[in-house]
């Protein structure tokens, strides 16, 4: 393979850190890359929820027409923000080793949240389970990059914000005074990276998918079909998390009221060889026990 492989990537610290990993993995393995940034909508965007953008794929959709109109060779995501259906013509190429798929909140010096207080995120999921954990608290949105928000913390009067451990984790921004929120489900593919190419280019798909990382791959497969069957996405308070032990992968996944007073959780497991329809019968189990209700009222609501 004679060609340069373009990375596309947005251009935040962690964004640029994710297609770094990726630029430096593929040229371990002998091929030449160069990263090219783009902005998208979620990044210049800072000041709406995301729910209320009305785009599905906020942080994807520009990369994606870099794909597509042969801008670039591949995209770097972080897997929680890609939609479960690609775009025609893009293929997943390969899901890099997952980092940690927790959820933390970072405090402002108090931890005592049994008071009431002010926590702040940007999502419905964390949202939703926070306010499940502790409906006295009010919980506000929380826009921006990894570094805009943290600031906003110090300079609020907050208790504290939550974030995805495996973001902070990789820009070396983990701060002193946080707790890892060990009952807070995961969004699905939290912690993962993910690859993604023009489905005719076999060449370019041939180099990437020698990244990818097998038990990551499967894991976030299973989470993903999860969240496709709800039909969640961003609008919907869904979370997922698979784990494989012993040749058996478990799945303990979430849907969520938006309020948080109503919780519909499922936790099963299979033998690992028939994980394909695993996280889409979890999810027809999460309908079938009231599920569609809640959807129904989150739609309405939104």
């Known amino acids: 393979m004679n060609k340069v492989i373009r990375i596309g990537t947005r251009d935040s610290e962690l964004a640029l850190w994710q297609a770094n ?9 002998g091929y030449v890359a160069e990263l090219v940034p783009i902005k998208s909508q979620g990044d210049l965007v800072l000041d709406v929820p995301l729910y209320e953008l009305g785009v599905v794929g906020v942080f994807t959709k520009t990369l994606d027409i870099a794909l597509l109109n042969g801008t670039i060779d591949i995209a ?4 929680k923000d890609v939609p479960t259906l690609l775009p025609k013509g893009i293929v997943q190429t390969a899901v890099l080793q997952r980092a940690s ?3 933390i909140v970072v405090t402002n010096g108090a931890s005592n949240f049994s008071q009431n207080g002010i926590i702040a995120t940007g999502s419905l999921r964390r949202k939703a389970q926070w306010l499940h954990r502790y409906p006295h608290h009010t919980v506000v949105d929380l826009r921006g990059n990894v570094n805009t928000r943290l600031k906003k913390l110090v300079d609020s009067n907050w ?5 995805a451990k495996a973001g902070l ?3 070396q921004k983990l701060p002193r005074e946080f707790e890892i929120l060990d009952w807070m489900i995961p969004a699905p593919a939290q ?7 023009l489905e005719n280019d076999p060449e370019t798909i041939t180099a990437t998918s020698k990244l990818n990382h097998r038990d990551s791959e499967i894991c976030t497969f299973v989470e993903r079909d999860f969240l496709r069957t709800l039909e969640g996405g961003c609008t919907a308070p869904i979370g997922a998390w698979a784990e494989i032990k012993d040749q058996a992968i478990y799945l ?6 938006l309020d948080g007073a109503t919780s519909i959780e499922v936790n099963e497991s299979v033998s690992i060889e028939n994980y394909i329809g695993f996280g889409n019968d979890c999810a027809l189990k999460v309908l079938a026990n009231g599920g569609r209700a809640v959807l129904k009222t989150i739609k309405d609501e939104l």
């Not at 990993?21 to 393995?29: A, D, I, M, N, Y």
């Not at 770097?76 to 897997?79: N, T």
């Not at 912690?191 to 190419?197: D, K, L, P, T």
């Open 21 to 29: 990993t990726v630029k430096g993995q593929l040229e371990s393995l």
């Open 76 to 79: 770097v995501h972080s897997m």
């Open 101 to 103: 798929p927790m959820d």
């Open 159 to 163: 208790q504290g914000a939550i974030f």
């Open 169 to 171: 984790d990789r820009i």
């Open 191 to 197: 912690g993962a990276m993910v690859i993604v190419a």
């Open 252 to 257: 303990k996944g979430a849907l969520f009221s």
